[in-house]
């Protein structure tokens, strides 16, 4: 009695039931064991902002197959989950949804204290919902090791990580020229720098003996001195010496200064600087030792100590006005109504940067510090090391010249935030009673505070609060990548010297978008090579990861950008799983897709590999109604193969599982899923279950290959595999099997060799009869001289007819060419069908006259045309060429169609 299975796969009626079953298993969570190799994935934690997109889904889908393929091949696999605090995103969205319901400045109304229980309550909420997200994706991640960037152990890392680079002297508090939002009255890292492309005005003035240009007239009020490069001769007579000129609010004294620093053929080659508002000219002003003071406040303002007429002013207005009293004084020389420049903006705000000079907490790069092979380096050098030793590999390679690029330019880590949610700082300063006071009664205080306050005495670490009165934490909090630069180790127990530390890292891949490379990758490297290191780890054990697996973007089928501004071309994850099923939005986001190249998504594609999830389903329906329960028992041996066919899959099987566990060795996903499916539908369903109807079944073969066909296919397709495995009667979850080896002794190459002539002679005979419009239904004659192979396809006779629809077959091992007959040649073997079978000569005869008379009146016009003198004369050269090379394949094409009517009249 054959397997009853469902005509359908419903994912949403399994979907939900299995990832339950798998979780209380205990599937998801690894052990340390002395006997296994151990691999680990540390998931990129995901923003606590709400949902999931796309991007996140391709990792998931990624990461799952990696960690899924690992667990069955015997690995002590951990996959840790878990999620961001996503400081600046999670409490400008808090901000923003506080603004909507009437608050102004939700930071001065509410406080700090209230504040952050607004923005932990929203976090908690949306944790729960991405929890959620990740179960639907199919994501076989140990939720009893979540960790959260925020949760009191990661706290403990923050601040031992800290304690540790300020006793080394690597963290500093230092008055440097930082990225200031305005909008978000917080610093940005340089790397969380967006450059948006602009046309504005570019102004050139008439400043003392020289011009200068300038898109910011806004920051020229303090502006003292000219710079020009030391072997400019228009300016080499007035280098050193000081001049009087009218300015923007009377008349001022200004010096020239020569650095090699400025572009000759820049401009005029002279420009003034402004040393509070540019790193250039930040650089410069400490080079030279010039002052530096602040012109635009931390508003995005004038200041009103700078300007009496302007100060106060917005920036954009203040800009026209200026423009206006230097226009009235005669200064303006020219406008340049379209200059392109690109505007730094905060990435996640989207509010426009202002330079400012600020007291901000730093990371110390350069410094030389970390004892590594041998030599005292510097966390810079660390970080070029780590990669060009291949310590850590980057997949795609290419990539590596980003990195390097990136490192090389390194900067100090500006690591200090002017908001409330996150890591607070934990430097204490011993105040006056009258700064304490003051501090206290100002609810939204920042660092800005501090510095308006003066405050600039004793400085302490710790969590605690130091003995003593008048004390108080810096407000600040630490950058979100500060914390999440510690995920891979601090998530598994650092600062303790744990058990699962020691086995289960480093870890073995980092898989993320290559967008997030800087701001989150190197940054790992630096705090994993720097704490372990200082641990006394050996080098090799320091590294956060193996492998960087860097994925691109997801676009729309137009190759744009996804964006929540265009719902149209949005695609939620969730609404997909909804529709088509998890296992069919996984596919679609892995296979076609390459490391580091971007790929397109649409819904039409996720719904083509819903279609592929119902293939699988039926052809496992369609093989399990040729077995019985009985057959389902038994236990596969090599005694029971029977048949060429069964040797023949059995070797394509054992081909198939060397090159899967190759692709997966090299990280080709795609690859291995596109050979897994070929074999599944192309060679498993579409030609084997067929060859082995009848009398040729055999339930021992047919099962095994199944069952190593759905081991192969789970990590990619999870749960439609894991459900028919269950109707394959298996007591063992399929997550938890193992995984296919390779088997020299189901290698049949002569067998494997001789099917295939078989397939190739039941695909001549179906191409030809596709060929010849020949009707599905109707039944033809085939005759074949087989040679050598004879015999072979003797035992064929039944499966060759059956699937290449034939009337009747004659097989002899040779014979004389047949006229009037289709022929085909493989290998040694000669095929012909004759055409009466496979035409109506005189349909096909009326069709090819109209053919031959149609081109033959093509090729005298195209004679005519070239046989015209004054065409060959005029006509392009290139044109003439290819209009006789057409003439050419028509006539050849012409004596085709007149052999084939001679054959057609021949069967009449």
């Known amino acids: 009695m054959s397997i009853e299975i469902e005509s359908a796969y419903e994912a949403k009626k399994y979907e939900d039931k299995i990832y339950k079953k798998w979780e209380e298993s205990g599937a998801f969570t690894p052990k340390v064991n002395k006997d296994k190799e151990p691999y680990t994935i540390s998931m990129p934690p995901p923003n606590a902002t709400g949902v999931l997109h796309l991007g996140h889904s391709v990792m998931l889908a990624l990461e799952d197959i990696m960690i899924r393929q690992k667990r069955m091949d015997g690995f002590s696999s951990l996959w840790l989950p878990g999620t961001d605090h996503a400081a600046i995103a999670t409490q400008n969205v808090v901000e923003k949804e506080l603004r909507k319901k009437g608050m102004k400045n939700p930071r001065k109304e509410l406080g700090r204290e209230k504040l952050i229980a607004e923005i932990r309550d929203f976090a908690e909420k949306s944790k729960d919902r991405i929890r959620n997200q990740v179960r639907k994706m199919g994501a076989s991640c140990d939720w009893t090791r979540e960790k959260y960037t925020l949760d009191d152990n990661m706290n403990h890392a923050v601040n031992t990580f800290f304690k540790y680079m300020y006793e080394d002297g690597l963290i500093y508090k230092g008055g440097r020229i930082v990225n200031w939002d305005p909008n978000m009255q917080t610093t940005v890292a340089d790397d969380e720098i967006e450059y948006k492309e602009e046309t504005t005005k570019f102004y050139y003035f008439q400043y003392g003996p020289v011009v200068i240009g300038t898109s910011r007239p806004e920051t020229k009020f303090l502006d003292k001195v000219i710079v020009v490069h030391p072997k400019d001769k228009r300016y080499k007579d007035i280098i050193g010496k000081e001049f009087e000129l009218e300015w923007i609010e009377g008349k001022i004294k200004a010096k020239v200064i020569a650095d090699e620093c400025i572009d000759m053929k820049l401009g005029t080659g002279a420009m003034t ?99 590594w092979k041998g030599k005292k380096l510097s966390i810079k050098e660390v970080l070029q090391d780590t990669v060009r030793s291949k310590m850590i590999s980057i997949i795609p390679k290419r990539f590596e010249k980003t990195y390097f690029h990136w490192i090389d330019n390194l900067r100090d880590w500006c690591i200090s935030r002017q908001i409330w949610w996150g890591h607070q700082i934990p430097i204490w300063y011993k105040v006056t009673e009258e700064q304490y006071k003051a501090f206290n009664r100002k609810k939204d205080a920042s660092s800005l505070a501090l510095t308006i306050l003066g405050v600039d005495g004793e400085t302490k670490f710790g969590t605690e609060k130091p003995e003593g009165d008048y004390w108080i934490q810096d407000p600040d909090t630490l950058d979100t990548w500060f914390s999440s630069s510690l995920w891979t180790f601090a998530t598994l127990g650092w600062p303790e010297k744990t058990e699962e530390l020691k086995y289960y890292h480093p870890t073995d891949v980092l898989e993320t978008g290559y967008d997030i490379l800087f701001f989150w990758v190197a940054r790992m490297i630096l705090a994993s ?75 039409e594609k996720v719904a083509g590999y819903r279609n592929f999830i119902n293939k699988i389903w039926n052809g496992s329906r369609f093989a399990l109604m040729n077995v019985n329960k009985e057959d389902l028992e038994k236990e596969f041996e090599k005694g029971m193969i029977k048949s060429h066919a069964d040797k023949w899959i059995l070797t394509k099987l054992q081909n198939l599982i060397k090159e899967v566990d190759e692709d997966f060795a090299k990280h080709r996903f795609s690859d291995a899923g596109t050979k897994i499916y070929d074999f599944i539908w192309g060679q498993y369903c579409d030609w084997y279950l067929e060859i082995s109807k009848g009398i040729h079944k055999n339930p021992a073969v047919l099962l095994f290959v199944l069952r190593n066909s759905l081991k192969l296919l789970h990590p990619f397709t999870p749960f439609v595999t894991e459900k028919l495995w269950e109707l394959l009667g298996e007591k063992e979850l399929l997550i938890n099997a193992q995984w296919p080896k390779y088997d020299k002794s189901l290698v049949f190459e002569e067998e494997e060799y001789e099917t295939k002539l078989i397939q190739q002679v039941i695909t001549k005979i179906r191409s030809i009869r596709a060929e010849l419009k020949v009707e599905a239904g109707k039944k033809i004659h085939a005759i074949v001289y087989g040679g050598k192979y004879t015999k072979i396809l003797e035992d064929k006779r039944e499966a060759i007819m059956r699937l290449a629809r034939l009337e009747s077959l004659d097989i002899t091992e040779k014979g004389k060419k047949i006229p009037a007959a289709k022929a085909a040649f493989i290998e040694k073997i000669e095929l012909y069908l004759p055409l009466k079978d496979l035409i109506d000569p005189e349909k096909e005869t009326k069709r090819l006259d109209k053919e031959i008379e149609k081109k033959s009146s093509f090729i005298k016009t195209l004679e005519a045309k070239l046989g015209n003198e004054g065409y060959l004369k005029n006509a392009p050269k290139e044109l003439i060429k290819n209009e006789k090379l057409r003439l050419k394949q028509e006539k050849e094409n012409l004596e085709k169609l007149t052999e084939q009517k001679t054959s057609v009249l021949s069967t009449k």
């Not at 650089?283 to 009103?304: M, N, P, W, Y």
């Not at 109504?337 to 600020?358: C, L, W």
């Not at 691109?552 to 969730?574: F, Q």
């Open 529 to 603: 090579t720097y704490a372990l290191r200082r641990d006394g780890l050996a080098e090799e054990d320091t590294i956060p990861f193996k492998t960087v697996y860097l994925h691109g973007l997801i676009r729309d089928r137009n190759g744009k950008k996804m964006s929540k501004t265009n719902p149209e071309t949005c695609i939620d994850p969730l609404d997909m799983i909804k529709e088509y099923g998890a296992d069919a939005l996984r596919l679609s986001l892995v296979i076609g897709s390459t490391p580091g190249n971007d790929m397109r998504l649409f819904e």
């Open 273 to 371: 600087i402004t040393p509070a508002h540019s790193l250039v000219d930040f650089e410069l002003s400490q080079k030279h030792g010039l002052e530096v003071e602040q012109i635009i406040d931390f508003d995005g303002k004038i200041r009103k100590e700078v300007s009496k007429e302007f100060g106060g002013m917005p920036i954009e207005e203040a800009r026209q006005k200026i423009v206006e009293t230097l226009d009235k004084k005669g200064l303006v020389v020219k406008i340049d109504e379209e200059y392109i420049h690109n505007v730094s903006t905060n990435y996640r705000g989207k509010g426009v940067i202002e330079p400012q000079v600020m007291k901000q907490w730093f990371i110390d790069v350069n410094k030389k510090i970390i004892d």
